[in-house]
């Protein structure tokens, strides 16, 4: 029989929690994304003059954490008296809730006062559920690319993770072909933005990674986060409630590159992506501070140990619920709700009983490329 885990792709198994949970929950992808404020007017500063000005946010989800960012620019680039035509194309999986970012967008709900497509003239708002690791718009077409916190996804896993739910636990077998299948990807990706680009336009993304301290995503000092996520699970397995083979299933489709691993196709002038004009002119790593650990640490007095727990682990159940529900899929809806409440129960409870070193700080390479 066939193993119905081998017949899903990743496309299946990272989508973010609908409804509009994933954007309400990830207070800390928003203070990332609004911090790159600045690098992005730089770009639509220096944008080649065209007729239409065509964006694009790659892997926007339900479009809530950029939507700030994107109502900013507009509004710039519409004070400065510019009136052209915007197009801005969301993209993300065939999986994702569009119809929440369609209602972000045109006020039906979230933040009424960004919904940009109602407040000015003139922009058009566009989805698209192809991967991005293909081209999605036509050539020589698209001014200025972006993308957050999404290119850490690999298009396919390379093998399941034995002992560990992540990449960073992975032996060193299993480390290289994660490494080898992200190198892989990353020049997709770059070689489909080097189509889609016109001449001068400008591809800005800040993805997660490793920084140069060695700190990546829920491990800046304190607890790793994936490290809690795999003992949590792994009690869950010598507990008898989940299977070996279940164990071995839920490996995140992820890899977190260091700084060298995205900069290499920029530092070699006869990499297809140096050949397809892509220049990288500049590369820094950001740390935003976890905004629930900061909450709870300012209201000391007030805010209890529950509260913080209460507040931290949603966060880490937005993004990543999907990889520990899909390797339950053999079993019926009622017993992977009550596997997967238990599971983040656990690690909700363990943050409760003492909040130290708990925290999810984001760990970001940002990256500015201009195609020549
Ligand atoms: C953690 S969310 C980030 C959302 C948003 N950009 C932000 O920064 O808050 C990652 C998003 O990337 C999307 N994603 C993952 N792989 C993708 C792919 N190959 N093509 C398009 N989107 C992808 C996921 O579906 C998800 O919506």
């Excluded at 500063?45 to 000005?53: G, K, M, V, W, Y």
């Excluded at 991005?132 to 050539?139: G, I, S, Y």
């Excluded at 297809?272 to 004009?277: D, L, P, R, T």
């Excluded at 990543?320 to 899929?329: G, I, K, W, Y």
Aim: charged content about 25%; some cysteine.
């Amino acid at each position: 029989m066939i193993n119905k885990l081998e017949t899903l792709n990743t496309q299946d198994v990272l989508s973010m929690k609908g409804e509009g949970y994933y954007s309400k929950k990830t207070a800390g992808a928003k203070n990332a994304i609004d911090s790159i404020q600045k690098i992005m007017e730089r770009s639509i500063l220096s944008l080649p003059n065209r007729e239409i000005l065509r964006f694009a946010d790659f892997g926007a989800a339900d479009g809530g954490t950029s939507q700030q960012l994107w109502y900013n620019l507009i509004n710039l680039i519409r004070s400065s008296g510019d009136g052209r035509v915007i197009e801005i194309l969301y993209t993300d999986l065939a999986s994702n809730d569009f119809s929440t970012l369609f209602k972000n967008m045109q006020g039906m709900r979230g933040e009424k006062g960004l919904a940009y497509q109602k407040i000015f003239d003139n922009v058009f708002v566009h989805g698209c559920g192809t991967g991005f690791h293909q081209q999605l718009l036509a050539t020589d077409s698209l001014s200025l690319g972006f993308s957050a916190t999404a290119m850490h996804y690999v298009s396919e896993k390379p093998c399941q993770i034995k002992n560990h739910v992540h990449m960073i636990g992975a032996d060193i077998a299993e480390k290289r072909q994660f490494m080898a299948q992200a190198a892989t990807d990353w020049e997709s990706i770059l070689l489909a933005r080097a189509k889609e680009l016109a001449s001068g336009g400008r591809f800005v993304c800040m993805n997660f990674g490793i920084d140069e301290k060695g700190r990546y995503l829920g491990n800046t000092g304190g607890h790793s986060m994936f490290d809690k996520f795999n003992q949590h699970w792994r009690t869950h397995l010598d507990q008898g409630i989940i299977t070996n083979e279940e164990y071995i299933n839920t490996t995140f489709a992820q890899h977190y590159r260091t700084v060298d691993e995205f900069s290499a196709p920029f530092n070699d002038n006869s990499s297809k992506i140096s050949k397809a004009g892509l220049k990288l002119l500049s590369c820094s790593t950001k740390l935003t501070k976890c905004p629930y650990r900061e909450a709870y640490e300012k209201n000391i007095r007030s805010m209890s140990k529950k509260d913080f727990a209460d507040s931290l682990i949603p966060t880490t159940r937005s993004w990543s619920e999907t990889v520990f529900r899909t390797a339950l899929l053999k079993r019926n809806e009622n017993e992977r709700d009550n596997i997967v409440d238990s599971f983040y129960e656990n690690y909700r409870a363990e943050v409760e009983r003492d909040p130290d070193g708990h925290a999810m700080d984001y760990v970001h390479i940002i990256m500015e490329i201009e195609k020549i």
